[in-house]
């Protein structure tokens, strides 16, 4: 401040007479005064701290700010990742999007917008709350795979009556066309024999997801009507024969659609003392009924088995379904499916089928 004075009263450069010193002495001596009694240039000092104010700040006041940060800890270091207003308003937004609240017991996973998208919780596992998104990301599918789709149902009166068709449909979440025939044969007996199922076969719909089979009960009860065959016939006159007919027709037909073989469903025929003993039937010394061809249903489902998989088809083998010695409680009579039944061939045949879509659809990520 002295300085900025005197160099008001003498320029840089300008040399200092004898005369000037007592001036000198005046602007010091004026100086002087002006610091004692208040009246001169002052300082201010901040008693706060402030992001506008230059002016210097009281060392208490910075001391006690600086006591309120949090003390640095060797190996750890700030975090880039900020939780900022964004992440605040995704947290918010949960507590009003279906989290639960800590009076509810179970695991819960929220989406990105809070909503709880799956729980599990002592009721088990609520595929209800799982969202769209989080079963992409975890290839969970809820229902059937087959939702949506359409399945071609090839058969005879158990099929035509609907006793598995109808539950199958509901559990496979799909459309069935059911081109089910009371009394029809796989094989034809002749040829004005325009109802098997070799003949009928080429009316079904093209268009469907998938074709599935099911006979051969009425092959075996009415045995006088064609012969068994061998695995070398191909026409349509014998079992074995008709076989290979009806899948190379329908592999043709349905080229690039899983067709599905079952196989015959056990029934009470197949017992020998249920049977009223005739000219078309016998023992076959273990009490298992042979019909006029010689053969036990399981020789035609064997040979369905068989002849399947020399076409590389799926089979879904049937007999599987019911359980031994109790035959009667899932039967209306002697061969066709009450509701119980059904249901039960149904389940079965579900299950397989969830797993035959894999092989067939299943999407390769």
């Not at 279906?98 to 996973?109: I, L």
Request: with cysteine; hydrophobic share 35%.
């Amino acid at each position: 401040m002295i300085m900025n004075k005197l160099t008001k009263e003498f320029q840089s450069g300008e040399v200092l007479k004898a005369q000037d010193l007592n001036t000198i002495k005046d602007k010091v001596n004026e100086l002087v005064e002006d610091a004692n009694s208040g009246s001169g240039a002052t300082i201010d000092i901040d008693s706060s701290l402030s992001t506008t104010s230059t002016n210097p700040v009281q060392n208490k006041v910075i001391t006690e700010e600086l006591n309120k940060k949090v003390n640095s800890e060797a190996g750890k270091g700030l975090s880039t990742n900020d939780f900022d207003n964004e992440y605040k308003l995704k947290v918010d937004n949960m507590s009003g999007g279906g989290v639960a609240s800590t009076t509810e017991k179970g695991f819960f996973v929220c989406d990105s917008n809070g909503n709880i998208a799956f729980r599990y919780d002592s009721n088990g596992f609520d595929a209800a709350e799982l969202s769209t998104h989080f079963k992409s990301l975890l290839q969970i599918n809820i229902g059937s795979k087959w939702k949506g789709k359409t399945i071609n149902v090839l058969g005879d009166s158990n099929t035509q009556f609907g006793k598995y068709t109808t539950p199958l449909a509901k559990l496979l979440q799909c459309t069935l066309n059911n081109y089910g025939v009371t009394g029809t044969r796989i094989a034809s007996a002749a040829e004005s024999n325009t109802d098997c199922f070799c003949v009928r076969y080429p009316s079904m719909d093209n268009v469907c997801d998938a074709v599935l089979v099911m006979g051969g009960t009425n092959d075996w009860n009415q045995a006088w009507s064609e012969p068994f065959g061998t695995f070398s016939d191909r026409t349509r006159y014998t079992f074995c024969g008709a076989l290979h007919f009806l899948y190379s027709g329908l592999i043709e037909k349905y080229p690039s659609k899983p067709i599905i073989i079952c196989t015959i469903p056990h029934n009470k025929n197949e017992a020998y003392s249920h049977m009223t003993p005739s000219q078309y039937i016998s023992d076959n010394g273990e009490g298992i009924t042979l019909n006029h061809n010689g053969k036990t249903l399981d020789n035609y489902s064997d040979m369905i088995i068989r002849v399947a998989r020399w076409y590389g088809l799926p089979v879904i083998d049937v007999r599987h379904a019911f359980a031994s010695g109790v035959l009667a409680q899932y039967f209306s009579d002697d061969v066709h499916f009450n509701e119980v039944g059904g249901s039960m061939i149904a389940r079965y045949i579900a299950v397989e089928m969830e797993h035959i879509y894999d092989k067939f659809y299943k999407e390769i990520q």
